[in-house]
């Protein structure tokens, strides 16, 4: 399933930490195709996982999931990342038992966005991000979740951390 080497997985003792970075379905969605599979067999990998302890999942999803996730959905229907295929991937992937963190701790909070396009030099500055990178969690332990926040990278565009903060 990797042969890009995009997971890294870490088992302790009460949990496995995964962290990802899911292909992006490119220029002209030339990669849709192979990202619909990654979508399917990732789900399957986590769940094979958290059958056997819960799961925490971060990294880069390469989707924004509502339109909310991103500032501009009506002009990005046929962008990579906010294809409705994808959106449904990432739909399929929560229904299988993980909740995003974000959304969990935030609700429908607006304009938060944990990526800006680089090409476009004033997409910081004026916000025009996208929310890509989640940490989801097995459904049985989202009560344990405290936070979940974009931190600021000031003017530097591209990815910002993100930060989970859980009680054991």
Same mark, same amino acid.
């Given at each position: 399933?990797?042969?890009?080497?995009?997971?890294?997985?870490?088992?302790?003792?009460?949990?496995y930490?995964?962290?990802?970075?899911?292909?992006?379905?490119?220029?002209?969605?030339?990669?849709?195709?192979?990202?619909?599979i990654?979508?399917?067999?990732?789900?399957?990998?986590?769940?094979?996982?958290?059958?056997?302890?819960?799961?925490?999942?971060?990294g880069?999803?390469?989707?924004?999931?509502?339109?909310?996730?991103?500032?501009?959905?009506?002009?990005?229907?046929?962008?990579?990342?906010f294809?409705?295929?994808?959106r449904?991937?990432?739909?399929n992937?929560?229904?299988?038992g993980?909740?995003?963190?974000f959304?969990?701790?935030?609700?429908d909070v607006?304009?938060?966005y944990?990526? =800006?396009?680089q090409?476009? %030099?004033? #997409?910081?500055i004026?916000?025009?991000?996208?929310? @890509? $990178?989640? =940490?989801?969690v097995?459904? %049985?332990? #989202?009560?344990?979740?405290?936070?979940?926040?974009? @931190? $600021?990278?000031?003017?530097r565009q591209?990815?910002?951390?993100?930060?989970?903060?859980?009680?054991?």
């Open positions: 399933m990797d042969y890009e080497g995009r997971i890294i997985t870490l088992e302790f003792n009460d949990f930490l995964t962290q990802v970075y899911t292909p992006n379905a490119g220029d002209k969605l030339v990669r849709l195709n192979d990202r619909q990654w979508d399917i067999k990732y789900a399957d990998y986590l769940e094979r996982l958290d059958k056997e302890k819960p799961v925490i999942a971060g880069d999803f390469n989707v924004a999931h509502k339109e909310i996730d991103l500032a501009n959905p009506q002009g990005n229907r046929e962008s990579a990342g294809t409705d295929e994808e449904l991937g990432f739909t992937l929560l229904k299988r993980y909740t995003d963190t959304r969990q701790v935030h609700g607006e304009s938060i944990s990526w =800006w396009a090409r476009a %030099r004033t #997409s910081k004026n916000n025009t991000g996208w929310r @890509i $990178d989640y =940490w989801l097995s459904d %049985r332990i #989202s009560d344990k979740v405290v936070d979940s926040i974009m @931190i $600021d990278s000031g003017p591209d990815h910002t951390p993100i930060l989970l903060d859980m009680n054991f």
